[in-house]
């Protein structure tokens, strides 16, 4: 593979040095081994492999020409003098496009490598949601859940937490009619229920493995990798290695039954203003109080152990704090 042809195919298109790094991985996950094959991937499968906007904006500029699109006569000229023809494509029904799109896996960020010390420095501002969704997707992994199938999960569970408030706070309004036709077009699939946090979800099974349901669609595991991966950062990989060494220390019969792990969420997640004043804010997600919390678990001999944050059977270990990456 030729990375540095690629590096450098991307830095003349304009995107910055720091962007273009993980977008040469990006690409060589989706086929690409040299810069002529990044205008030979189609622009379906550039726009799903290239998932930062103005990235792809400038890949498509450089391929297609100033305005990032085919010419009017269904072709365009390529880097390398050729021609991609626009062909007509077999009709797919919206249903069958959702559950393409849901049953695409998401690539699993590293953890982190930081020592205790070091994590304990970081402090992130951040919304609520993305840490519910984080938090729940490592319990999840206890319960044997791949990361794709874990991160729906806390997509769904972060959904669900949300819409409880709002409704507390007279803001939203669950539409179960709606949700329950939505539910009618996957019921095809198998079906199985887990207890997260104490509530009850559904998930139906896809090619790329369980899918939780959330108001009443199945959730793509790529569009909540995404979500993450904006919300935090470079600081997905010490958030994910603080969670996940918190999950590691509760013991099994308790993540099965949903006692510990919300009341564990409620100690560290960040802090807003009450009522309709804190909907929507971030506060401040201190991975300190995060590790403080295992080492207690640890010293009651409740939990798994004292290891490493990033111990156990989850992704590699990455040598410095920074964004995964595959985070695009």
Same mark, same amino acid.
């Given at each position: 593979?030729?990375?540095?042809?690629?590096?450098?195919?991307?830095?003349?298109? #304009?995107?910055?040095?720091?962007? =273009?790094?993980?977008?040469?991985?990006?690409?060589?996950?989706?086929?690409?081994?040299?810069?002529?094959?990044?205008?030979?991937?189609?622009?379906?499968?550039?726009?799903?492999?290239?998932?930062?906007?103005?990235?792809? #904006?400038?890949?498509?500029?450089?391929? *297609?020409?100033?305005?990032?699109?085919?010419?009017?006569?269904?072709? !365009?000229?390529?880097?390398?003098?050729?021609?991609?023809? @626009?062909? !007509?494509?077999?009709?797919?029904? /919206?249903?069958?496009?959702?559950?393409?799109?849901?049953? %695409?896996?998401?690539?699993?960020?590293?953890?982190?490598?930081?020592?205790?010390?070091?994590?304990?420095?970081? +402090?992130? @501002?951040?919304?609520?949601?993305?840490?519910?969704?984080?938090?729940?997707? %490592?319990?999840?992994?206890?319960?044997? *859940?791949? &990361?794709?199938?874990?991160?729906?999960?806390?997509?769904?569970?972060?959904? &669900?937490?949300?819409?409880?408030?709002?409704?507390?706070?007279?803001?939203?309004?669950?539409?179960?009619?709606?949700?329950?036709? =939505?539910? %009618?077009?996957?019921?095809?699939?198998?079906?199985?229920?887990?207890?997260?946090?104490?509530?009850? *979800?559904?998930?139906?099974?896809?090619?790329?493995? &369980?899918?939780?349901?959330?108001?009443?669609?199945?959730?793509?595991?790529?569009?909540?990798?995404? *979500?993450?991966?904006?919300?935090?950062?470079?600081?997905?990989?010490?958030?994910?290695?603080?969670?996940? =060494?918190?999950?590691?220390?509760?013991?099994?019969?308790?993540?099965?039954?949903?006692?510990?792990?919300?009341?564990?969420? +409620?100690?560290?997640?960040? =802090?807003?203003?009450?009522? #309709?004043?804190? &909907?929507?804010?971030?506060?401040?997600?201190?991975?300190?109080?995060?590790?403080?919390?295992?080492? +207690?678990?640890?010293?009651?001999?409740?939990?798994?152990?004292?290891?490493?944050?990033?111990? /156990?059977?989850?992704?590699?270990?990455?040598?410095?704090?920074?964004?995964?990456?595959?985070?695009?």
């Amino acid at each position: 593979m030729d990375v540095q042809g690629i590096l450098r195919w991307l830095v003349d298109a #304009k995107i910055p040095v720091a962007k =273009a790094m993980p977008l040469v991985s990006a690409l060589a996950a989706a086929g690409v081994r040299d810069s002529h094959g990044i205008a030979s991937l189609g622009e379906d499968r550039l726009a799903d492999t290239v998932t930062d906007k103005p990235s792809l #904006k400038k890949i498509r500029a450089k391929i *297609f020409g100033k305005g990032g699109k085919r010419s009017a006569g269904g072709s !365009a000229s390529t880097e390398c003098g050729s021609t991609t023809s @626009k062909r !007509a494509r077999p009709s797919v029904s /919206g249903a069958d496009k959702t559950l393409a799109a849901a049953a %695409e896996r998401a690539p699993e960020p590293p953890c982190s490598s930081l020592s205790d010390e070091q994590l304990a420095k970081v +402090e992130i @501002k951040i919304n609520r949601s993305p840490v519910m969704v984080l938090w729940a997707a %490592e319990v999840a992994q206890r319960l044997s *859940f791949d &990361w794709s199938e874990a991160i729906t999960l806390g997509r769904a569970v972060a959904d &669900w937490l949300a819409l409880k408030k709002g409704e507390h706070l007279g803001l939203l309004e669950a539409d179960e009619e709606a949700e329950r036709a =939505a539910m %009618e077009e996957t019921d095809n699939l198998p079906t199985r229920t887990v207890d997260m946090m104490g509530q009850d *979800f559904t998930l139906r099974r896809t090619e790329g493995g &369980w899918r939780a349901i959330s108001k009443g669609k199945l959730v793509p595991a790529k569009r909540v990798h995404a *979500f993450l991966c904006k919300a935090y950062g470079v600081n997905l990989g010490p958030a994910r290695a603080s969670l996940r =060494a918190l999950a590691a220390a509760i013991p099994q019969r308790h993540v099965e039954t949903s006692i510990r792990t919300m009341v564990l969420y +409620e100690s560290f997640r960040p =802090a807003v203003a009450r009522g #309709k004043a804190g &909907w929507g804010q971030s506060g401040m997600f201190r991975i300190a109080t995060v590790l403080k919390l295992r080492d +207690e678990l640890v010293r009651q001999g409740v939990g798994g152990g004292g290891g490493g944050a990033c111990d /156990g059977d989850g992704g590699d270990r990455q040598e410095q704090a920074g964004a995964s990456p595959s985070c695009k």
